[in-house]
T-cell receptor, first 114, second 114 residues
Framework: GENVEQHPSTLSVQEGDSAVIKCTYS??????FPWYKQELGKGPQLIID?????GEKKDQRIAVTLNKTAKHFSLHITETQPEDSAVYFC?????????????FGKGTKLSVIP | EPEVTQTPSHQVTQMGQEVILRCVPI?????FYWYRQILGQKVEFLVS????????KSEIFDDQFSVERPDGSNFTLKIRSTKLEDSAMYFC????????????FGPGTRLTVT
């Protein structure tokens, strides 16, 4: 089955700096890669996603890049703010068409220091 | 903005007891999922459900687990005889249609088995 690795497990940045979180996946048939933000005591919140026919997607301060050849994708947060502090999970939709389950990475705890 | 809701937020039960976790998916969504997250670990897929039947299930989803959509709004996860290792956060998620990739998660139910 699909396996998703995520790095780093923790990340501390100064407010205003950029943060980058990286994930790799194993199943070349995976075609959908969402990123979720989880705040303490809450469920994962979908913040951005990318499909395999696109190399990059941006939404305000958040961007995601996908390299299908290398099977890795990354989340970029620019101009970080204290409210960006949370655990971020990457995920991949494995086994292509007909499979809707998401396989998650282990998460990255992002701390933005004011 | 529509959201997935889950009840209860915290359930404490004794080993061997049955528990039912409840979810109300977003109203126009047709696909429903259960995931779990053991403390400090990654979010893991349990089961997906569409058109009143299970679409996919993981190895975790054994005979002790069942899902049901008892009416037009609720989606439930039943654990027949709970074990200590069932202690986890259980998340319900829903997505709109078959070709819709986005899955929206509820806030979760923390299950504690003593």
């Amino acid at each position: 089955g699909e396996n998703v690795e995520q790095h780093p497990s923790t990340l501390s940045v100064q407010e205003g700096d950029s943060a980058v979180i990286k994930c790799t996946y194993s199943d070349s048939a995976s075609n959908y890669f969402p990123w979720y933000k989880q705040e303490l005591g809450k469920g994962p919140q979908l913040i951005i996603d990318i499909r395999s026919n696109v190399g990059e997607k941006k939404d305000q301060r958040i961007a995601v890049t996908l390299n299908k050849t290398a099977k890795h994708f990354s989340l970029h947060i620019t101009e970080t703010q204290p409210e960006d502090s949370a655990v971020y999970f990457c995920a991949a939709r494995g086994r292509g068409a007909g499979s809707y389950q998401l396989t998650f990475g282990k998460g990255t705890k992002l701390s933005v220091i004011p | 903005e529509p959201e997935v809701t889950q009840t209860p937020s915290h359930q404490v039960t004794q080993m061997g007891q049955e528990v039912i976790l409840r979810c109300v998916p977003i109203s126009n969504h047709l696909y429903f999922y259960w995931y779990r997250q053991i403390l400090g670990q990654k979010v893991e897929f349990l089961v997906s459900f569409y058109n009143n039947e299970i679409s996919e299930k993981s190895e975790i989803f054994d005979d002790q687990f069942s899902v049901e959509r008892p009416d037009g709004s609720n989606f439930t996860l039943k654990i027949r005889s709970t074990k200590l290792e069932d202690s986890a956060m259980y998340f319900c998620a829903s997505s709109e249609v078959q070709l819709s990739y986005e899955q929206y998660f509820g806030p979760g139910t923390r299950l504690t088995v003593t």
